[in-house]
């Protein structure tokens, strides 16, 4: 489906494609987050729905496998490791901005609850399930305390 348009409001993100294909995706944040954060949350969430349940044999999957490597994203959230296996990325460079994204709405969503999550965010997995990218809920306080500190005319 090609995106034609992005509809945002009250937390639903509508994909209007061609021929009237549509795509919903209702993000339930606590938090306030700019359109522009529901947007790339939401696309996070159909990246992650899409390869729910598809088995390896299935050969459209192995069409789309042929576009990039393989691997598998691990998520820890509030004391739990979620897992999402089957992903395919063009290059590392693209499953390490993935991790940095996604563990960015961990971290979002952790301060949204009141918690201070500690350890590692999101790491990412290849298919030999080597570790290939990490990122530590201690890098996003870093850098978000790094960005508190510049002076308002540099942000």
Not at 84 to 113: H, I, M, N, T, Y
Request: aromatic share 6%.
């Amino acid at each position: 489906m090609e995106v034609l348009e992005i509809v945002v409001a009250n937390n639903v993100v509508e994909f209007r494609g061609e021929g009237g294909d549509n795509i919903l995706v209702t993000v339930a944040q606590p938090a306030v987050l700019s359109p522009e954060e529901l947007i790339e949350k939401s696309k996070i969430m159909l990246l992650h729905a899409a390869k729910f349940g598809v088995e390896e044999e299935n050969s459209g999957e192995q069409r789309i496998a042929d576009a990039g490597d393989e691997y598998r994203l691990e998520y820890h959230d509030n004391g739990e490791i979620r897992d999402v296996s089957g992903l395919v990325f063009p290059d590392l460079d693209a499953v390490r901005d993935e991790c940095r994204r996604s563990a960015e709405d961990l971290w979002k969503d952790a301060l949204s609850r009141g918690e201070a999550p500690v350890g590692w965010a999101v790491r990412a997995r290849d298919r030999r399930g080597d570790i290939v990218a990490t990122v530590d809920f201690s890098d996003l306080q870093r850098a978000s305390a790094e960005l508190d500190q510049r002076p308002q005319s540099e942000i």
